[in-house]
C-alpha cells in the first residue's frame, strides 16, 4: 500500500497484541549492500535471541570466499537453535533494490525454521517468489484495499475521536 495506510502503524498494533518477541529491522536506501543488510539483520535478530552471533556475517570476509548460500545457511541453523515462535520484521522493504538481497531474503523464505514468521512491510510487490508462497498457503497479504476505510468505519472513527455522533 502506499504511504500514509497506516502498515507500520497495524503492524505495530499488532504485535502488541500477539506478545511475541520481535526483531524489527527499518531498512533505507543505504541498506542496498548484501554485507549491511546482513550486519543489521543479525543486530535484529539479537534482540530475539542473544546467543545469535556474528558467525555468518565473519563468513563474508573470510579469505576464501564463502557463498551467500553458505552464510545464510548458518544462520538460518542458528535460527533453527531459538526455543520459541519469534517474529522478524523488514520495514520498507520497497527501498531495496540489491538483487543479492532479494535473493538471501528468497533463500531465508525457503528454508526459515517453522517458528520463524516474517513480516515484510513494503510500498510495492517484493521481487520474491511470492507465488510459491501463496500456492503453499504460507503467504498472507494485507493489501491497500484491506487498510482503505469504508464510509461505516470511517464514521465511526471520526464519532470516536469527536466523542459525538455525526450524520
Not at 74 to 85: A, C, G, K, M, R
Amino acid at each position: 500500500a502506499p504511504a500514509g495506510f497506516g502498515k507500520t502503524t497495524l503492524l505495530c498494533q499488532w504485535i502488541g497484541e500477539i506478545n511475541l518477541p520481535t526483531g524489527w529491522l527499518s531498512l533505507d536506501e543505504e541498506d542496498n549492500d548484501f554485507s549491511r543488510f546482513l550486519s543489521y539483520l543479525i543486530a535484529a535478530l539479537q534482540n530475539i535471541y542473544s546467543s545469535i552471533d556474528q558467525t555468518a556475517l565473519s563468513l563474508l570476509h573470510t579469505p576464501q570466499a564463502t557463498s551467500i548460500k553458505g552464510v545464510l545457511t548458518v544462520l538460518l541453523n542458528q535460527l533453527d537453535e531459538i526455543p520459541h515462535d519469534f517474529l522478524l520484521v523488514l520495514d520498507d522493504y520497497h527501498l531495496l533494490e540489491e538483487k543479492t538481497i532479494h535473493q538471501a531474503v528468497d533463500f531465508l523464505l525457503s528454508f526459515m525454521p517453522a517458528h520463524m514468521h516474517l513480516a515484510i512491510i513494503s510500498r510495492a510487490d517484493p521481487p520474491l517468489h511470492l507465488a510459491r508462497l501463496r500456492a503453499q498457503n504460507q503467504l498472507l497479504e494485507v493489501r491497500m484495499s484491506d487498510l482503505r476505510f469504508d464510509q461505516a468505519e470511517c464514521a465511526q472513527f471520526i464519532s470516536g475521536m469527536l466523542d459525538t455522533n455525526i450524520s
